[in-house]
């Protein structure tokens, strides 16, 4: 490639970079406006908002809910996810295809077709507005991920080494123990902070199954901006943009990203 087509591709690259940005600068700068509505630039500066959305009450009670959620479903799909994962790459059985394609076909639906067709079964069930069924819910969205990045991380992985343990004498169970659960580990950590993630942002799905006295962050933040408009909603976005990339940040500086996802 000739320098002129260098410096066009790098100006590229650096405005394709602004314009994803740019977004996320401007949430962030209308974060610290000390004003009642959104407005930018904002005519006065400060953390009232953010100091209002540490004592709402709503939020808090969303966050909480949020969080112990994701935590329960994180836990479960990676009780069924890892499992389902090794068997699909390492084993060969009938109705290996269908059990992959079962396990993904969640991401082949719009989230408001799931949530529909979860409400409509969870409602006579009466999980309808209650932890089993908002796990349920999240876990139709968030395995089908946890499968795929650990059956990429397993299918990647060098099968002479499980081989030669076999050979020396290990049983399966420690040649899974002490060989395969140790190099599979890079893609069930990005696997987890991916579920975990969703399950904390899921809006869509949550809104159809979650009641008045089970909510979560996003169905309050969601419940709140339908009759508001102030910087407060900036504030919270702010706070769960950074934790999104102080999650993905633990996960690149731990196992590396590329490498917990099998590349």
Not at 97 to 119: E, S
Not at 193 to 198: G, K, P, R, S, V
């Amino acid at each position: 490639m000739s320098r002129v087509g260098t410096v066009a591709a790098r100006i590229g690259i650096a405005l394709l970079y602004v314009f994803i940005l740019a977004p996320i600068v401007l949430v962030f700068a209308i974060s610290f406006s000390g004003d009642n509505f959104i407005a930018f630039p904002p005519k006065t500066w400060g953390v009232r908002w953010y100091v209002a959305l540490f004592a709402h009450e709503g939020f808090a009670r969303g966050f909480r809910v949020s969080l112990t959620l994701a935590s329960i479903v994180v836990a479960l799909d990676l009780l069924v996810g890892v499992p389902a994962a090794y068997a699909i790459a390492r084993l060969r059985f009938p109705g290996r295809d269908a059990l992959l394609a079962f396990l993904t076909a969640p991401l082949l639906l719009p989230t408001i077709v799931l949530g529909l067709a979860m409400l409509l079964v969870f409602y006579p069930l009466r999980l309808a507005a209650t932890y089993p069924g908002l796990v349920i819910a999240h876990m139709a969205v968030t395995l089908p991920f946890v499968v795929r990045i650990v059956a990429t991380a397993l299918s990647t992985l060098p099968g002479d080494i499980e081989d030669a343990a076999a050979t020396l004498g290990a049983s399966p169970a420690t040649v899974f123990r002490r060989i395969t659960l140790p190099l599979m580990l890079p893609g069930v950590v990005a696997a987890s902070a991916l579920a975990f993630i969703l399950s904390f942002d899921e809006v869509v799905i949550s809104l159809f199954v979650v009641g008045p006295r089970l909510s979560t962050l996003p169905v309050e933040l969601f419940r709140y901006v339908e009759g508001r408009t102030d910087p407060m909603v900036a504030a919270l976005s702010t706070v769960l943009i950074l934790a999104t990339v102080s999650a993905v940040l633990i996960v690149e500086r731990s196992v590396g990203v590329m490498r917990a996802l099998g590349r």
